[in-house]
């Protein structure tokens, strides 16, 4: 964590005084080395409708009110509020700049002290109404949301789980499907040379050593999306380990943390492990490409985990996955992270610092997202959460923020 | 009794309380353990302890992976621990000259207060790429005709728990066993020379044999140190809830499930298992330290103690 945010501070200070023309250049740099790399034809990027909405949402982020709005984005500059949350820690570095960004250049009366204290801590402090609002990484369950009634998800931005590896002479990008990956992390794939593996892997000399299979010791929200992906992927891990932030693993070992996982990768010869997204991009890990639904190797970037929220449907609560999407171009171990609050909101005062707050976020906030290697929301989740500020959001019987 | 003195009196109900609070603390705790563990045991029961499944979706708990791992790692950690501090010990006492006892006492204390996330983090950066690359692959070559050795050899994993938490009990052990050999009367050991003994003889029959409760007990509180140690272990044990079936093996121990697991529970069973293990922790201390007290009971009946007993 510390030496994470000693990167932030460093990428912050080189944007600071680059501005604009850093940040653009950035999404530039971005967009092209992933359209390459991705195998997907530029051309076809260009028409379709999905890849159009990605695009769409790279420039909903630079312009206020992407949906037609009229609420301009700083909408809350007369706000002054003290506002406590507590949730995810896959969110904090992005958080933690944007509650800062939005004091210094929006309103500075408004305060925020978030706590990253982890998705389960976060639940349970909304649920218990200590805080103005909860974080969590994994959508609530049923359960838990009949617990805590009234409750509102919004969906901030988005995270991807990228499988990373070390084995012996092999220096490009390795492929893999997710019946694969479900296979090694069920023990049935123990080999690298496995005809499975091998097969996707044209052209790479794979050795015939044992695959070293690496976890996560601690529940984590990463690993809750890692095996949503292979439960959605793999039938054999649905009736197995299942979903979940503490599955129990069939075979491997666990690190704590994507520190502890990487460590262990980097360790162990011949081994396999899955991180966080951005923890791949401020490590330089080698990043495995992974077949998407629609038959393509993709690799793991902001633009691709993007693409993997657009053109699907999406319920108004936001609870949903959006592993294994659909779109073309789309990485498939992608997911939502949310800001957890009640739609019935007692302090008036502070529910309209909050609402703006999150209005600003899903518009200029968006802009922080992949500088930082978070996948900005696209255009179109981008208008149902406007939809869910201006009329799920209530106080007093009346919107909070009105369109 | 004159005990009319008020400060007398102040003085002894303070003690009183002190020595209470102990008692009290502990029994408070063991209560809001069971209490707050419940829900596990009455799911589960004494079924728990030799369970093998860990599984907090499926809400099926069973702490035998970690009672393993936890026995296991301290066990062996005891043993290497043992022969080498009592032999640091010996040296020390008997042979060593005092410019080099002094500055070596010294350090040994040192070593007792390094914070015990250094040594995790020394075994996951040193030991670990050791044990992968030199001595895992040499005990695999030459020693995998015995059981619980056989590859591949992880950076992480039993033996390098067992390592870490030797070295990491070594203090303790080497301190009290020096001091109760240092106690052993000057008497005894110049009778059993002058009767034509050698210098191991004299150890063996004069001085090893008044300091064995003393050295069990400074044994015992190397178990105790290396049963609840969590962290440095979280780091290099490998974290795996199968239970290892060799000394190379991922496995894991009861304190640092807790630790990996507590901040984000699956459901509330998880909780109450995860709470469950901590009960049994607390209740396999207690065996220790009662096995223990009989041992030195044992030994030293009809004797007379050292300055540690």
Not at chain 1, 104 to 111: H, K, L, P, R, T
Request: overall charge neutral; aromatic content about 8%; hydrophobic content about 45%.
């Amino acid at each position: 964590m510390n030496d994470k945010q000693g990167t932030w501070k460093v990428v912050r200070r080189v944007a600071l005084t680059a501005g604009v023309v850093a940040l653009s250049a950035m999404a530039f740099v971005a967009c092209s080395s992933s359209s390459s790399k991705d195998k997907t034809p530029t051309k076809s990027a260009a028409t379709t409708p999905a890849a159009g909405a990605t695009s769409a949402a790279t420039k909903a982020a630079t312009t206020p009110a992407a949906g037609g709005s009229s609420i301009p984005s700083n909408v809350g500059k007369a706000d002054s509020a003290k506002l406590t949350g507590a949730g995810a820690t896959f969110p904090t570095p992005l958080y933690t700049r944007w509650f800062s960004d939005y004091k210094a250049s929006v309103a500075s009366g408004v305060e925020v002290n978030y706590q990253s204290i982890g998705s389960g801590g976060g639940i349970k402090q909304i649920t218990e109404k200590t805080v103005d609002f909860g974080a969590s990484d994994a959508p609530m369950s049923d359960d838990e949301v009949s617990k805590a009634a009234g409750i509102q998800h919004v969906p901030t931005t988005l995270g991807a789980v990228v499988m990373t590896y070390n084995i012996d002479g092999v220096t490009t990008a390795l492929k893999l499907d997710g019946d694969t990956i479900a296979k090694i992390y069920l023990g049935k794939i123990t080999k690298w040379n496995d005809a499975a593996i091998a097969g996707q892997n044209a052209g790479v000399t794979l050795p015939s050593a044992d695959i070293v299979v690496v976890h996560r010791s601690d529940g984590s929200g990463t690993t809750f999306v890692f095996t949503d992906y292979l439960s959605h992927v793999s039938a054999e891990w649905k009736a197995g380990p299942g979903t979940s932030k503490n599955p129990q693993w069939p075979v491997g070992l666990g690190g704590q943390g994507n520190e502890g996982v990487s460590q262990q990768v980097k360790q162990n010869k011949n081994s396999i492990g899955y991180v966080e997204l951005v923890y791949t991009k401020q490590n330089n890990l080698p990043a495995a490409q992974i077949k998407n639904k629609s038959g393509d190797y993709v690799t793991p970037s902001t633009d691709s985990t993007s693409l993997a929220a657009s053109g699907v449907t999406i319920p108004a609560d936001y609870r949903t996955s959006i592993v294994d999407s659909a779109t073309k171009g789309a990485y498939p171990i992608s997911s939502f992270t949310y800001i957890l609050l009640y739609k019935d909101q007692k302090d008036a005062a502070k529910a309209k610092a909050l609402v703006d707050l999150l209005w600003w976020a899903i518009h200029d906030g968006q802009k922080t997202t992949t500088e930082l290697g978070y996948a900005p929301l696209p255009k179109e989740v981008v208008a149902m959460v406007e939809k869910t500020l201006t009329t799920d959001i209530v106080s007093g019987g009346a919107p909070v923020l009105k369109p | 009794m004159r005990g009319l003195d008020p400060r007398e009196l102040l003085f002894r109900g303070f003690v009183t309380i002190a020595a209470m609070a102990v008692v009290v603390i502990l029994l408070l705790m063991v209560v809001e353990l069971t209490h707050t563990a419940w829900p596990a045991i009455d799911k589960f029961g004494l079924k728990f302890i030799w369970s093998t499944e860990w599984n907090p979706p499926k809400e099926r708990f069973g702490a035998l992976p970690f009672i393993a791992g936890t026995l296991v790692t301290s066990l062996l950690a005891l043993v290497v621990g043992t022969v080498i501090g009592v032999g640091a010990a010996l040296f020390l006492v008997e042979f060593a000259p005092p410019y080099v006892r002094v500055p070596v006492s010294y350090m040994v204390e040192l070593l007792a207060a390094i914070p015990s996330v250094v040594y995790g983090l020394w075994g996951v950066f040193v030991l670990g790429p050791w044990i992968q690359k030199t001595s895992g692959p040499f005990i695999l070559d030459y020693f995998s005709w015995m059981p619980f050795v056989k590859g591949p050899a992880l950076a992480v994993g039993v033996l390098a728990a067992v390592l870490i938490l030797t070295i990491m009990i070594l203090p303790t052990i080497i301190a009290i066993s020096r001091d109760v050999i240092i106690a052993v009367p000057r008497s005894q050991r110049e009778g059993i020379l002058a009767l034509g003994a050698t210098r191991w003889e004299m150890i063996r029959i004069a001085v090893l044999p008044y300091a064995r409760s003393g050295v069990l007990g400074a044994a015992i509180l190397g178990l105790a140190r290396a049963i609840g140690e969590t962290l440095a272990v979280a780091l290099v044990i490998g974290n795996s809830t199968n239970v290892p079936d060799s000394i190379f093996s991922p496995a894991y121990t009861m304190a640092s499930v807790i630790a990996n697991q507590f901040r984000e529970v699956e459901n509330s069973t998880h909780e109450a298992a995860l709470i469950y293990i901590g009960l049994l922790l607390l209740l396999i201390t207690l065996l220790v330290n009662a096995i223990a007290r009989a041992l030195v009971w044992r030994v030293t009946r009809g004797q007379i103690t050292t300055v540690v007993e």
